[in-house]
């Protein structure tokens, strides 16, 4: 499925304790340090061979910087075909020109495209059924 920045793609997700801390921290304390955005990893094939990007890791966790300019810390999911960086992060440490970049290797589960319509373009009318009870 083509999404407004890039494909969208499904993601299975496994149910951790430790996740739901973190979700829990998130709305409650509106923690934006804690919202993932997930990517395909190959959002860094791009940097392969360059001379001034620097992409490092341990087991579960990657950094990828310019020469002291900018740095990005991410995480790496156990499959490696995913990795994840904070919103907060995202926005004030990836330079404006690379994140169009990113933004098109953005992997997110299935999503209700008519919902995140009604968030992108809050005003418009949605076609999207009669109105029900969920039970």
Same mark, same amino acid.
């Given at each position: 499925m083509k999404g407004?920045?890039?494909?969208?793609t499904a993601?299975?997700?496994?149910?951790?304790p430790y996740?739901?801390?973190?979700?829990?921290?998130m709305l409650q304390g509106g923690d934006a340090d804690l919202v993932q955005i997930?990517?395909?990893? $190959?959002v860094l094939d791009k940097y392969k061979g360059a001379s001034d990007i620097s992409v490092i890791r341990t087991d579960t966790i990657g950094r990828i910087s310019r020469s002291r300019i900018w740095s990005l810390d991410f995480g790496i999911a156990p499959e490696e075909t995913?990795?994840? $960086?904070s919103l907060s992060?995202?926005?004030q440490?990836?330079?404006d020109g690379e994140k169009e970049h990113w933004a098109g290797h953005v992997s997110a589960p299935s999503v209700s495209l008519n919902f995140i319509r009604t968030r992108v373009a809050p005003a418009s009318c949605t076609d999207d059924g009669e109105l029900r009870g969920w039970f």
């Open positions: 407004i920045t890039g494909d969208i993601v299975d997700s496994v149910r951790d996740m739901d801390i973190v979700y829990h921290k997930w990517f395909d990893r $190959a995913l990795i994840h $960086a992060d995202l926005v440490k990836l330079p």
